[in-house]
């Protein structure tokens, strides 16, 4: 057993799930994949953890009961009860790519598995859990039939993706794999780098962006990626979106994904451009938007720029807020764990009043119900999205 500290021992106890180096006194469990208990410092149990060194921490708590074991029959019982929770989704004609196991949110940590209308995406984020894989595999097949299973690693240094091919076993994805969202069509590629061409956790706010938002708006879509939030505005009736990001890539994929939903990439404007550089020159031209949507990485660098979303922002939104129309919309959103919705609002506030403008708050967005959060890590709520109507 190792001994965890006493501040420690509270945090487990109030559902916290992470393990650090700091939580233990001089000896720290280092083997990779291995099941360890946890005591006090009266030697009595606290939980078990299996160890996996990723970006954030050393391991998980998967257990608060003595000489639970990691095997097949515990897997079995944690990918079955995420696939229960998530049954209406298979169930569903109109969307066909989703989260199936959500991470430690399911009873796993340093684990996702995304679907996709068939295909089974794993994500992997340390070596001690994938050290378990072939196990986790055969649960997972146990509870669902499947297509063909795609697996990335993400745990080379600082959680960098370590993968060249990431087919597993069964069939070979067509390319692109069309998957479908809203009953909206969606190129995606299962073994083509990092990413696939969507993100997922987005969902419920491009559906939103479809119903409420788009028809008869001019949008701005910026850190653009695929220009899903463009396709979902321009099938909401958007009379005109513009796309910008500074990935080369990003023009062909933008465009393919408009030509999947049998729409013309001519009819609107894509661009591979620096979006920090964008809002200048839009400034300069005196454009103006009636939806702008804001998207950043949690951390970006090019050639002249480097942005923390923790530290700049506030400065980004002004930038939005400037080239939007009175009673137009902007859509603030951040993946960065580290911002609470409450550190949020502070930046809209403050960016709202250094423009001179005023706002209304229509509604908030945070992860869809396939990507569950717990209440005992706040950093597994991590989505955070702000629907602002520009009153002034």
């Given amino acids: 057993m190792y001994e965890i500290k006493k501040w420690a021992v509270s945090n487990i106890n109030s559902g916290t799930p992470l393990l650090t180096k700091e939580m233990f006194y001089n000896k720290v469990p280092k083997e990779e994949g291995a099941v360890v208990e ?13 160890v996996g060194k990723q970006n954030k921490g050393i391991g998980w708590v998967i257990s608060n009961k003595q000489n639970q074991v990691f095997d097949y029959a515990f897997i079995l019982g944690k990918v079955r009860a995420a696939v229960d929770k998530r049954e209406m989704l298979f169930k569903s004609e109109e969307t066909t790519a989703f989260r199936v196991f959500n991470g430690i949110s399911d009873g796993i940590g340093g684990l996702t598995i995304d679907w996709y209308d068939g295909f089974a995406l ?29 697996a990335k690693r993400r745990f080379g240094e600082n959680g960098q993706f370590v993968d060249d091919d990431n087919f597993v076993k ?72 513009t796309s910008v990001d500074v990935a080369n890539r990003s ?40 939806l702008v949507i804001l998207d950043p990485p949690s951390f ?33 959103s951040t993946n960065h764990s580290g911002i609470t919705m409450s550190d949020f609002n502070k930046t809209i506030k403050n960016s709202f009043a250094k423009q001179g403008r005023k706002y209304h708050v229509e509604t908030t967005f945070e992860q869809p119900v396939d990507f569950a959060s717990i209440k005992g890590y706040p950093e597994s709520a991590y989505l955070k999205v702000v629907i602002l109507k520009v009153l002034s």
Avoid: C
């Avoid at 946890?38 to 299996?50: G, N």
């Avoid at 994929?253 to 020159?281: R, S």
């Fill in 251 to 290: 023009r062909a994929k933008t465009a393919e994904q408009f030509e999947v939903n049998n729409l013309n990439p001519q009819d609107h404007t894509i661009m591979v451009e620096d979006v920090f550089h964008y809002f200048k020159y839009a400034t300069r031209k005196e454009l103006e938007f009636d």
């Fill in 122 to 150: 794993f994500s992997w984020y340390s070596e001690g859990l994938f050290l378990h894989s072939d196990t986790i595999y055969s649960a997972f097949e146990k509870v669902i039939s499947y297509k063909g299973i795609y």
């Fill in 170 to 241: 069964g069939e070979i994805a067509p390319e692109p794999l069309i998957i479908k969202e809203s009953n909206i069509n969606f190129a995606t590629y299962l073994n083509d780098g990092a990413m696939t061409g969507i993100f997922l956790d987005q969902r419920d706010v491009r559906r939103y962006i479809m119903e409420e938002l788009s028809a008869g708006k001019r949008v701005l879509n910026t850190f653009s990626y695929t220009g899903a939030f463009s396709v979902a505005a321009s099938m909401g009736g958007a009379i005109h979106t």
């Fill in 38 to 50: 946890l005591m006090d410092e009266k030697k009595h149990y606290v939980a078990t953890a299996l």
């Fill in 300 to 332: 970006a660098k090019t050639k002249k720029v480097t942005f923390s979303a923790t530290k700049d922002y506030g400065t980004l939104l002004e930038q939005a807020i400037n080239i939007t129309a009175v009673n137009g919309y902007v859509i603030a």
